[in-house]
């Protein structure tokens, strides 16, 4: 099986940065694209970034583009999202998910939280006014 563990999460200013990363464990001889989505107390699950498999291609939420980047390590099984200019807005527990490649569609990005099988277990970003 595969697992997803976040790090990073915490409480930052206005207008400041986190990273936060992602470890996976399990699975490593299959291609996974990846992803983070983040929730708000009373909100839906939302789209933040998402990643192919190969690290080649990208995609982000319109509120978040030009202020947010995903990257991968392959080598060491890590997502990260570098998130700048943070706003209050931002708050939320951010969750990182998985899945497994498909030979189909090829290297691709995936935004819908349906298309994930695998999810961490998320990390609070409390950012203050």
């Known amino acids: 099986q595969v697992q997803l563990v976040e790090f990073g999460g915490g409480l930052v200013q206005a207008g400041g940065s986190l990273r936060l990363s992602c470890a996976r464990s399990?699975?490593?001889?299959?291609?996974?694209?990846m992803g983070w989505f983040r929730q708000a107390p009373g909100k839906e699950r939302e789209f933040v970034a998402a990643?192919?498999?190969?690290?080649?291609?990208?995609d982000y939420a319109d509120s978040v583009k030009d202020r947010f980047t995903i990257s991968r390590d392959n080598a060491k099984n890590t997502l990260y999202l570098q998130m700048n200019s943070l706003k209050p807005e931002d708050t939320a527990v951010y969750y990182c998910?998985?899945?497994?490649?498909?030979?189909?569609?090829?290297?691709?990005?995936?935004?819908?939280?349906?298309?994930?099988?695998?999810w961490g277990q998320g990390t609070q970003v409390t950012v203050s006014s």
């Open positions: 998910a998985a899945r497994e490649a498909s030979y189909l569609r090829g290297d691709y990005v995936y935004t819908n939280d349906y298309a994930y099988a695998y």
């Open positions: 399990g699975r490593t001889f299959s291609n996974f694209a």
């Open positions: 990643i192919s498999w190969s690290g080649s291609m990208s």
